[in-house]
């Protein structure tokens, strides 16, 4: 299928969503807007050390205290063995995410729950968690990825031995798995190479930092069905976790949706879920968590912090033709960092013949890390751009003149593999080179920075129903939390497609009762694959009704055709029937207007980003203020483009976060120190200018309207850009996140 | 006084404004984000004043008067930046927006047309990880825009 048309009446355009207004007057329900009457409220005793093992618990005071209805640990759990989630690319294991949910014998970071209470009261519930007796026995902690990966550290889990060694290891150690990618012949490489730039970056854990914490309510009845109803990115995978998790059927329980209030890939995976469902059936009670801030700080999230050393070497004219890259991602308590994609992503901008890419999964006693927007792309990137812009400035060259004369294009083989299809990456860098920003003047202190990003994008696995309602009105149905607008582009398609008003179509978030199967809202699937799957119903509708209308008009099938909301004869041989007469009189025609669709579609169309950003240092203080910035970026087509800017404007600005303020900080006992908003501070609104988007149309080949995914890829330049633009404004370069007031001083001063 | 309406409830003495709203008048279009005063998911407006209702005791609004999203929009329109926050696309997730439409609100009615700066300023103690704050700027700007046109100026109280 490829995009024929271009005269749209609805894709492209920007109607309200309809989500919208349950969203501005305070009625839209979000995870802890639930309540059932006489529900149980939960909480979770966390542990304090980052790493102990656990010699006992004592719950008798705390099953005593007045109003406490069931208590939970680890030995409540079945033990699983290894066991790794349907495409979760070596991400989740089941055992380790059991053990995650509840420590079983050891805790391996502050805040590792170790019990969970029910009470009639949330404070009957915190005060008998606060009365379990628990008996560490305290073990030495390791908190940094150089400790962790160092012969004699102490090691988390003694059954983890490295995977993708040259040799079989001996014995366990706290790297889970190395990932080599090769290609060319490096050493040739470095002797083609005029100039070689080789750098050491850091970057710290970072928090997804969705606004809306945590929260689940859980009833499960006598029977064992259940009922969860939790904000989450995929209510089925919710069920497929939890039940496994527990040892229970995934179809004994039913999962509802809440909105979502923001996930950014954090909420991919359960914590409360469990929990709840089973103090519920422990207590015959429905059974209400939500965490606290702090909670999710110390408990949820992060996505890495790294350790990266990237080497890469030039000819004169610009061309790239050697490149290493070292690469260590912190995993949190159990194995499974997303240094898959970091190895991958790491210099897939680039036609390079010569390439050595080696990058280590380690655990150590921190939260273990969850996806988050681009999982393991933006640190990458972080790296590799810094290089590309130092390259750049030694060959005196634009930096976006170097990175069009290494940019992939269709057809070149990317180096974690495939050949790439139709990509916009030449497009994003001329629309930036051409951009008025890229020439306004600058000031004193100020300087101008750019990079690049890249991301695969994903398809999955969807189901989606369209469905007439007899006043000629639709209902589109997917299985997929709308996290940022996407039932407002579903339902653009639809209407395209039937030729209605957009806002005679209602789409919907089925639960898990309702609606087929759906891979969750990740991997900036949505618009992409359940469009497909929207696109292709609404099609099918088509077909259906011009067959109805070829029975009434009593003509063969293919003298009807569907035009504007309408079929209609090619040889005038009736009036037109409408969609609104099509539906009223279907059951004298087959019944109910409807149909669903399933697919697992292939080629999300790779996403590139271009960004440039400005700004100012002051000398005095270290502080970096953005002055200005601007996203260019290829969306394929963009369905809606306001929430396309949104994803764009909000990616870009967790970056720049993420590059000056945002990092994990531990105290020497393993303690986060800023578990608050307050110190752990993400950007405001007075920090930041307005963000420039300029949307690139390069459709996707393997989407109906060319859609490719745009949420993700947003965000992995911005570092980059902000530590070029840094560089501009000082000569200093930063190779260590955040790029905080404090580190900025200490390089200006270290002349 | 919520929203213009007389009313009584019971709370516990330790119980948040924020936790009385929600857990005992089922008002839950105020929301948690933290708890501790960082976030402005919870911002209600109390005898004029901005606050975040996780801050407030419930006993301490006896009395006093309270404003929350609830109360924003009229039987049959919505308020000007409920429009403009839905026609400029200012939320994804949405779960900040009745905490942004209350601290904007708060500044409209203190400084009818403010500059960009100002609008940041006014609504630098309110979170959104989802937009950038972008079009959240742009739909305040907008909706002061609108209720400065002659025909909608309101008379003053
Ligand atoms: S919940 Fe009150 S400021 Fe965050
Ligand atoms: S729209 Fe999601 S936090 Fe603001």
Redesign the pocket.
């Known amino acids: 299928m490829t995009t024929t048309r271009t005269g749209y009446k609805w894709v492209g355009t920007r109607p309200v969503r309809h989500d919208g207004l349950d969203k501005v007057t305070g009625r839209a329900r979000f995870g802890a807007d639930y309540a059932t009457a006489g529900m149980l409220h939960g909480a979770v005793l966390r542990s304090p050390h980052p790493h102990a093992r656990i010699l006992s618990i004592d719950l008798t005071e705390a099953a005593a205290m007045p109003g406490v209805k069931a208590i939970i640990t680890g030995a409540d759990l079945p033990d699983l063995s290894d066991e790794f989630a349907a495409g979760s690319e070596g991400g989740i294991n089941f055992r380790d995410l059991s053990r995650n949910i509840l420590a079983r014998d050891k805790v391996l970071y502050e805040g590792h729950p170790v019990a969970a209470v029910a009470a009639v009261t949330l404070r009957a519930a915190q005060q008998a968690a606060e009365v379990i007796e628990v008996e560490y026995e305290i073990l030495p902690a390791v908190l940094s990825l150089e400790h962790a990966m160092e012969d004699d550290a102490p090691v988390l889990h003694d059954d983890l031995f490295t995977l993708g060694l040259d040799s079989e290891p001996d014995r366990p150690s706290n790297i889970s798995r190395r990932r080599v990618i090769a290609r060319g012949d490096l050493d040739a490489g470095w002797v083609e190479a005029d100039v070689v730039v080789e750098r050491e970056y850091t970057t710290k854990a970072v928090h997804q930092g969705y ?1 809306e914490p945590h929260a689940v309510v859980a009833e499960t009845g006598e029977d064992g069905r259940s009922t969860l109803w939790c904000s989450s990115q995929g209510h089925f995978a919710m069920r497929t976790y939890t039940t496994k998790v527990l040892g229970w059927e995934p179809g004994d329980m039913k999962v509802i949706p809440a909105e979502i209030g923001g996930g950014f890939g954090g909420k991919t995976t359960i914590y409360l879920e469990p929990l709840a469902a089973l103090l519920s059936r422990r207590a015959g009670r429905a059974v209400k968590m939500v965490m606290t ?1 702090s909670e999710v700080f110390r408990a949820t999230g992060p996505t890495s912090g790294s350790v990266m050393r990237i080497k890469m070497g030039a000819r004169r004219d610009g061309k790239l033709v050697a490149a290493t890259a070292w690469m260590a991602y912190e995993a949190g308590a159990f194995p499974g960092s997303p240094i898959g994609p970091g190895v991958m992503t790491v210099l897939a901008c680039y036609d390079i013949p010569n390439v050595l890419i080696e990058g280590y999964d380690v655990v150590l006693n921190k939260p273990k890390v969850a996806a988050y927007r681009a999982p393991g792309a933006p640190m990458a990137a972080f790296a590799a751009e810094s290089v590309v812009d130092e390259l750049a400035e030694k060959l005196d060259m634009d930096p976006i003149e170097l990175r069009l004369r290494n940019a992939v294009t269709e057809g070149v083989r990317a180096v974690y593999g495939p050949k790439f299809r139709k990509i916009g990456f030449v497009e994003t860098l001329e629309e930036a080179r051409d951009h008025p920003h890229y020439a306004a003047p600058l000031g004193p202190w100020q300087g101008r920075g750019v990079a690049s990003g890249f991301w695969f994008n994903f398809g999955g696995e969807t189901t989606a129903t369209v469905s007439i309602n007899e006043d000629g009105t639709a209902v589109v149905m997917s299985g997929c939390p709308d996290i940022g607008g996407t039932r407002a582009a579903l339902a653009q398609m639809a209407a395209e497609e039937l030729g209605i008003d957009v806002h005679r179509i209602e789409p919907v978030v089925a639960d898990t009762h309702s609606i087929g199967y759906n891979d969750m809202t990740g991997g900036s699937r949505v618009a992409f694959a359940v469009g497909i799957a929207v696109v292709d119903a609404s099609r099918r509708l088509i077909k259906d009704m011009c067959a109805r209308a070829a029975l009434i008009w009593d003509v063969p099938a293919e003298e009807v055709e569907w035009v504007d909301g309408r079929a209609q004869s090619v040889t005038d041989a009736a009036a037109p029937l409408t969609l609104e007469e099509l539906a009223s009189g279907s059951a004298n025609t087959g019944g109910p207007l409807s149909a669903t669709v399933t697919v697992n579609p292939r080629g999300a169309g790779a996403g590139f980003s271009t960004q440039i950003c400005d700004v100012e240092v002051d000398p005095d203080t270290g502080l970096v203020t953005v002055l200005r910035y601007t996203v260019v970026q290829d969306a394929g087509r963009a369905i809606h483009p306001d929430y396309v800017e949104g994803q764009m404007q909000g990616g870009a600005v967790q970056g720049i976060g993420w590059a000056l303020n945002e990092e994990y900080i531990f105290d020497r006992n393993g303690v986060m120190e800023n578990p608050g ?1 307050l110190d752990y501070r993400m950007p405001v609104a007075s920090d930041l200018p307005m963000i420039d988007t300029v949307i690139v149309e390069v459709p996707n080949p393997d989407h109906p309207y060319g859609v490719r995914g745009v949420g993700e890829t947003g965000i992995i330049p911005p570092m980059a850009a902000v530590a070029n633009a840094v560089y501009a404004a000082t000569g200093k370069r930063m190779q260590d996140l955040p790029m905080s007031p404090v580190r900025v001083l200490e390089a200006l001063s270290g002349d | 006084m919520l929203n213009g309406d007389e009313i009584d409830f019971l709370c516990n003495d330790y119980q948040t404004l ?1 936790s009385a709203l929600r857990d005992e008048l089922g008002m839950i279009g105020t ?13 209600v407006i109390l005898d004029g004043q901005l606050v ?4 407030v005791f419930a006993p301490e609004v006896d009395g006093r008067r309270v404003e929350t999203i609830e109360g924003l929009a009229e039987v049959d329109h919505l308020h000007p930046l409920q429009d403009s926050f839905l026609e400029g696309a200012a939320f994804q997730c949405g779960v900040c927006t009745p ?1 942004f439409l209350m601290a904007a609100k708060a500044l409209l009615d203190r400084n009818p047309s403010p500059t960009e700066t100002e609008v940041r300023y006014g609504v630098a ?1 309110n ?1 959104c990880r989802c937009t950038g704050y972008d079009k959240i700027v742009r739909s305040i700007l907008d909706a002061a825009a609108r209720m400065n046109e002659p025909e909608n100026r309101k008379e003053a109280p």
């Open positions: 606004i801030r908003f | 924020l929301k948690e984000g933290c708890g501790t005063g960082d976030c402005g998911a919870c911002s975040c209702s996780c801050l905490g103690g979170l």
